[in-house]
Every structure is written in C-alpha cells, then in structure tokens.
Nanobody, 124 residues
Framework: QVQLVESGGGLVQAGGSLRLSCAAS????????MGWFRQAPGKEREFVAA????????SYADAVKGRFTISRDNAKNTVYLQMNSLKPEDTAVYYC?????????????????WGQGTQVTVSS
C-alpha cells in the first residue's frame, strides 16, 4: 500500500503561481512513477503531468506544457507540481497518483494509488 496526501492548493489570481506537494508513505516511494491529474466540476479526470521513478523523465499535457513543472525528491518521499501563469481553466481538484510501472502513463486507469485531492481555484 501507498498512502498519498496532497497539499498546497488554494485560491490564486490568474497569472499567479502555486506549488502542490504530495507526500507518500508506505511502500518504497522511489519504485513508483508519479502523476498529477485534475478534475473540474462536470468533467472527467484528466492527466496533467508524470515523472518516472528517478525524476529524469517527465511528461506533460499540452494544456500545461511550459507552465507547470513536475519534480520529485525521493529522500523526502514527495512529488511536487509547480504551477506558473495559472489560468481560470486550471481550476480543478488536483490529485497525485502512484504507478508501479516504468512507463509514464497518462491514463488514470494505470495508476494504483491516489490521494484525496487538493482544490485549486484560479480567479480571473
């Protein structure tokens, strides 16, 4: 089992920045690829970003490429999502997830463990 707890969400004006954190406990964190997803009201959960076990390889959704950065610190069992130049359309509940495979998956079905989510609201 892996337990994931997100933090860092909040209310920010358009153009602002937030950094989300996801703290992991349980099984060896460094063995998992980690992903961030988001879900807006009335919409399906969508992929945002993923990072492989070492932090060397990353993947981003087109909608956030160039604005968001995913990173991890295996010594702290934590994955981060730095979000810059935020837009109102970034408003959603953000979830982190853990995937035991070595492939950077973009489908939620590939991820075995999920956090409870943190709300991000961007005002115009």
């Amino acid at each position: 089992q892996v337990q994931l707890v997100e933090s860092g969400g909040g209310l920010v004006q358009a153009g602002g920045s937030l950094r989300l954190s996801c703290a992991a406990s349980g099984r060896t964190f460094s063995r998992f690829a980690m992903g961030w997803f988001r879900q807006a009201p009335g919409k399906e959960r969508e992929f945002v970003a993923a990072v492989n076990w070492s932090g060397r390889y990353t993947s981003y959704a087109d909608a956030v490429k160039g604005r968001f950065t995913i990173s991890r610190d295996n010594a702290k069992n934590t994955v981060y999502l730095q979000m810059n130049s935020l837009k109102p359309e970034d408003t959603a509940v953000y979830y982190c997830a853990a995937d035991p495979s070595i492939v950077l998956a973009v489908s939620p079905e590939e991820y075995d463990y999920w956090g409870q989510g943190t709300q991000v609201t961007v005002s115009s």
